[in-house]
């Protein structure tokens, strides 16, 4: 489609130039026959007579040398005085013999260059040119400047009036506008009615898709072939990603009605023994206010848990978390949280081997995030099996720290696979044990990947299932 579009804005383009020059060519050579049949007799008597160039070159007839004594003529002088004009004569040496009219700190003495410089240039002011003359006087040869003292008056290869180019360019420049803008729009009229018609259908699409009509299906041809092809699948994803968000919607709202569930269980728990405690008309032994302060303090710490799940979510993911990094043993961080997780009453039955492959694994890490990443994926696979799942843990050196969660436990469906480490989510298998936020899941892989780590997960359903880290 680049190269289909571009050439055919090269064509016209190249079209639109072939026509403007042609046309411009056709209107110089009118204009200038027009101006030099007009101009010829009065050019040609001014370059004969009265041009600068022309008063330069016979002007050596005006220089008298008599007994080495240089002068010029009267009329010479009423010539140079008619045109405001200035004679300098030099001799073979570049000195100055005599002058008439000179201006004001002119050179007296000058170098080969200087002579080039004069003549070049404008040495003397902005309003004066400077022609260049000469005159033999038996054997020796003197040089003249003769300076014209007229803004109007320009040495190119051709000399002219300013006044009357600029009247000729000023009237030629307009004509050549009106014609070159008729020929661009006639040109760009029949182009941009080929381009227009097909990207009005585009604009309507887009305008479609920014209100969210995504059904939007065209027919991929023409010049715009892969335009149209490229809006059909911005249309398909924007449908798959809409269709996503609102399961994602619905999850969240799933998600929300369960924490909010799980909240107030322990908050009736806690405010029913709470009131029980404090009611007057009630004598509990001792034992048994311990068993509900024991109760309280349970649920309490459930609560604090969830919160903090939430708080950690949205600070990872809003990367609003500052990590302190240390250089920790990997191998001992692990092993403590296995030991911890089995003196966790609730877990003290469960089989769950620890291995390594060097007793010190040194990682620059946040000791505290890390430890929570590796406990809530061992916590995960022990909520979602059975009691008698097999749960092996292990740490390798290799040119990146590997830390693997084995299980032959339950296993996952594929899609429960893609969705693991979504918020908000939790799987089918979830058990008794499992009444958190969620995001046990999310919050490790935000904790690994805030460590430039990796995090892998493979699962056969009915076979188990084998996380991989990376640090």
């Known amino acids: 489609m ?26 110089l050579v009118l204009s200038l026959v027009v101006t030099t049949q007009t101009k010829w007799d009065e050019s040609a008597i001014n370059e004969k007579t009265s041009s600068a160039e022309a008063i330069t070159s016979r002007f050596h007839e005006q220089i008298i040398i008599a007994n080495d004594q240089m002068t010029i003529t009267d009329k010479g002088k009423a010539e140079l005085d008619q045109h405001n004009a200035w004679i ?43 022609f260049i ?13 003769i300076g014209f003292k007229n803004r109007n008056l320009q040495r190119h290869v051709l000399f002219y009036d300013v006044r009357e180019l600029v009247q000729v360019f000023n009237i030629g420049s307009i004509v050549v506008l009106i ?40 027919e991929p041809v023409g010049v715009y072939k892969d335009v149209f092809y490229n809006v059909n699948y911005l249309s398909h994803e924007l449908r798959a990603a809409e269709k996503e968000r609102k399961k994602l919607d619905a999850m969240k709202e799933e998600w929300i009605g369960n924490v909010s569930h799980d909240l107030k269980t322990p908050l009736a728990s806690i405010q029913g023994y709470a009131e029980m405690m404090k009611d007057a008309e009630y004598d509990f032994s001792r034992e048994e206010m311990r068993e509900f302060a024991e109760i309280i303090e349970r649920k309490s710490l459930y609560l604090k848990d969830v919160i903090e799940d939430l708080n950690l979510s949205a600070r990872l993911k809003n990367k609003g978390l500052r990590l302190r990094k240390m250089n920790t043993n990997i191998v001992s961080l692990v092993r403590n949280v296995v030991i ?10 469960r089989n769950m081997e620890f291995g390594f492959s060097d007793e010190v694994i040194n990682v620059e890490m946040d000791e505290i995030l890390i430890r929570r990443a590796i406990t809530n994926l061992i916590y995960n696979a022990i909520v979602h099996n059975g009691p008698a799942v097999h749960i092996k843990v292990s740490v390798e050196k290799g040119q990146r720290t590997q830390i693997r969660i084995e299980d032959n436990g339950k296993g996952m469906k594929v899609e429960e696979l893609d969705r693991i480490f979504d918020h908000y989510y939790r799987g089918t298998n979830t058990g008794e044990l499992h009444k958190g936020s969620g995001l046990g899941m999310a919050i490790a892989r935000d904790i690994i990947v805030a460590h430039g780590g990796e995090i892998k997960v493979n699962s056969l359903l009915g076979h188990g299932t084998k996380i991989e880290i990376q640090l």
């Open 88 to 130: 300098q004569i030099l001799d073979e040496d570049g000195n100055q013999r005599y002058g008439y009219r000179l201006p004001v700190g002119i050179k007296e003495k000058y170098a080969p260059i200087d002579i080039i410089q004069m003549y070049k240039y404008k040495e003397i002011d902005g309003d004066t040119t400077v």
């Open 179 to 218: 014609v070159d803008g008729l020929i661009a729009l006639i040109v760009g009229y029949f182009f941009s009615k080929r381009l227009t018609k097909p990207l009005l259908s585009l604009i309507e699409g887009i305008r479609k898709l920014a209100n969210k009509e995504y059904h939007i299906n065209y």
């Open 133 to 145: 003359g000469g005159k033999q006087a038996g054997e020796r040869h003197y040089s003249y400047f």
């Open 340 to 349: 911890d997780t089995l003196n966790d009453a609730r877990y003290a039955d």
């Open 2 to 27: 680049n190269w289909r579009l571009t050439g055919r804005f090269l064509a016209s383009v190249v079209l639109i130039v072939i026509l403007v020059v042609l046309s411009n060519i056709v209107l």
